[in-house]
C-alpha cells in the first residue's frame, strides 16, 4: 500500500466519520422521522402505539446507517487506515473520547468473528 492509498483510506475513514455524526442525525430528524410519523399517522398495530412504531422504523434506519458508514464499514472499505481516520474525525470534533464506542464494538465483533471462524475451521478439519 502507497502513501497515496493510505491517504485515501484515511480520508475515507474520516469522512464516512463526519457523515455519520452530523449529516445521518439531521437526516433522520427532519427527514425520516417526519415522513413515518405522517404514514404511520395515529394508529396502532399489534397493540404497539404509532409512536413506537415510528421509534423502530427511525431506529431501523440509524441501524442501517451505522452497518454502511460505521467503524465495521470503515474497516472493510478502508482498512486499519480508515479506522484511524475515524479517530481523527472524532478528535476534530473535539473529543477523542467518543472513539471509544465505535472501537470497542469493533474489537467486540472482530473477536468473535475470529472465534467462529477458528470454530468452523476445526470441525471441517474433525470431519476431513
Known amino acids: 500500500m502507497g502513501a497515496k492509498d493510505a491517504l485515501v483510506s484515511f480520508a475515507g475513514g474520516l469522512v464516512m466519520t463526519l457523515v455519520l455524526v452530523t449529516v445521518v442525525p439531521v437526516i433522520v430528524d ?10 404511520v399517522g395515529d394508529s396502532s398495530f399489534l397493540m404497539l402505539s404509532s409512536d413506537v412504531i415510528v421509534n423502530l422504523v427511525v431506529w431501523a434506519v440509524i441501524i442501517g446507517f451505522m452497518v454502511l458508514l460505521g467503524s465495521g464499514g470503515i474497516l472493510k472499505r478502508y482498512g486499519v487506515f480508515g479506522v484511524i481516520g475515524l479517530v481523527a474525525a472524532y478528535w476534530l ?10 472501537l470497542a464494538t469493533l474489537a467486540i465483533v472482530l473477536v468473535v468473528g475470529k472465534t467462529i471462524q477458528i470454530r468452523r475451521s476445526k470441525k471441517t478439519g474433525e470431519k476431513s
Do not use: C, K, N
Not at 470534533?93 to 465505535?102: N, S
Open 30 to 39: 427532519t427527514v425520516v422521522e417526519r415522513y413515518v410519523s405522517e404514514f
Open 93 to 102: 470534533l473535539g473529543d477523542v473520547t467518543d472513539a471509544f464506542i465505535p
